[in-house]
């Protein structure tokens, strides 16, 4: 049962927003010198040696196996592999503040799965509403090049690819709710250990025939995703789904696109057009619409049987 958010919670949720909103930067670094299927791989073989080392220290074991195992082996493909793929191959063809921005249309899916395969999600009127807007910003963000078909356009795809990753890691939100609850630790492990088995074979088919050494900022770049914002930020993920609760920390949704822009102008140079910033701000307001609108809904309709009550009381 989700609990309230605890100040250690909000200062989790804001290092997770860093680790997150950081590694769309810290992809167009590494790309200098990794491929898409070395990087991926790379990071997620380093978050392992990562979680192993936190298992070693806390004691931690590895979840039993038996059925839960289909879960983490469905969210390593779904929420790890995949999208980490589609994201590396796109920001080869846009700007990493570009993708962070798209990848802020995950909860738009989610709304959209949850109305099917979550229990008291359906879709509102108000959530709908938002989820229009929110796709309006999307095809605002993506711009004019749309038109030109999908033949050659590199920015269509790039793009689209990058859709296809935030559909995938809306799919593993869902999955993460039947999840049993378990150690974090454990759980992160786990789903590491299936995406290593899984993305090796493609790394290793994509190994250059001539070794060039990598850059020491691409490096720095790989350690950055692999520990801190693969291995450590999914061992926060999960303790955060098993304490606050999804809803809580989907609130790092309105704050990642944010970081990744910042990041990607500070660091990269990146400039952005301003459609951009309205893509941004359309799709963070249909968020809030889809969110927060039944809340606010309930208690409006709350104050306003308080107030019957008490005016009753007052006539008594």
């Not at 995703?225 to 955060?240: E, K, N, P, Q």
Request: with cysteine; charged share 10%.
């Amino acid at each position: 049962m989700p609990h309230r958010p605890t100040p250690a919670n909000w200062a989790s949720l804001l290092v997770l927003t860093v680790l997150w909103g950081s590694a769309f930067m810290f992809n167009e670094l590494a790309l200098m010198s990794f491929s898409p299927a070395v990087l991926v791989t790379g990071r997620i073989v380093l978050a392992v040696a990562c979680l192993l080392l936190m298992m070693r220290l806390t004691g931690v074991r590895l979840p039993t196996f038996g059925r839960g195992w289909f879960y983490l082996a469905a969210m390593a493909v779904l929420g790890t592999v995949l999208p980490f793929s589609l994201t590396a191959w796109a920001q080869q063809h846009i700007d990493s503040a570009v993708a962070g921005v798209l990848m802020a249309a995950m909860p738009l899916f989610v709304l959209t799965l949850a109305h099917f395969f979550v229990p008291g999600s359906r879709i509102t009127a108000p959530r709908a509403t938002g989820f229009v807007l929110g796709f309006c910003g999307v095809a605002l963000l993506i711009g004019p090049d749309a038109l030109r078909g999908l033949s050659g356009n590199t920015t269509l795809l790039g793009s689209l690819a990058v859709l296809a990753a935030a559909l995938c890691y809306a799919v593993n939100t869902v999955l993460a709710r039947r999840v049993a609850v378990s150690n974090p630790i454990g759980l992160a492990a786990g789903t590491m250990i299936v995406a290593s088995v899984i993305s090796l074979p493609s790394a290793i088919a994509g190994l250059p025939s001539t070794v060039v050494p990598p850059s020491g900022l691409a490096v720095i770049a790989l350690l950055f995703l692999g520990l801190l914002s693969t291995g450590l930020a999914t061992v926060m993920y999960f303790r955060l789904i098993q304490g606050p609760g999804p809803a809580f920390v989907s609130l790092v949704n309105y704050l990642v696109p944010g970081w990744a822009v910042i990041a990607g102008a500070l660091v990269l140079g990146e400039t952005l057009s301003v459609h951009v910033f309205l893509g941004l701000a359309l799709i963070l307001t249909g968020l809030a619409i889809s969110e927060f609108s039944d809340k606010l809904r309930s208690v409006l309709v709350h104050a306003r049987a308080s107030r019957s009550q008490r005016l009753a009381r007052e006539d008594a």
